[in-house]
């Protein structure tokens, strides 16, 4: 036996599929309602080319006096700049002048705050990165955590190899006096 199993063929399109379909609204007719009235198309182009055509020109109007103005406008700042009295131009000097002054002031309490840090805390100054004394003094904690310690100097009593002179030990000058007393 074989399996083929039997189909019932094509389906049918679904109903709202139907292009073979045509809707109509009202009264209107089969076939008349697809055509145009003929309003001479030659003439529709014609008006269409000739708007296009008036707003060229306008664009270029527009452009040539956009051109005209930016000229003005630069011969005005020339001739502004050149009407600029004496006591204006000093004015705007000594702005310049002041801006620089506290700048170059900021920096220098900036680099006096640093040599403080540093001093206290006993780090190179120039190894210190921030903007304020927290900053200053929080980056400077971290150096001495990186840093390795100093070993403590002996004295001069306990030099060399030996033990420190604790409480109640003789001293070098001790002994000596002691050895010579006898």
Known sequence: MSDIRPTLGPLPAPSWHRPFLRYIDGDQGAGDGDKKPETGGDSDLEK????????K???????????????????FDELEEANKTEQEKLLARAEAAEKRIAERE?????????????????VPASALRGSTREELEAHADELLELM?????????????DGEQIGDGDMSADDIVNAATAR
């Open 106 to 122: 900021a920096m220098d309490a900036a680099a006096a705050t640093a040599a403080e840090v540093a001093k206290a805390k006993g």
């Open 148 to 160: 390795p310690k100093k070993p403590a100097a002996p004295s001069a009593d306990g030099q060399g």
């Open 48 to 55: 269409a080319r000739a708007e296009a055509e008036k707003w």
């Open 57 to 75: 020109a306008l664009s270029r109007k527009n452009e040539e006096q956009a051109k005209a103005n930016a000229e003005k406008a630069k011969k």
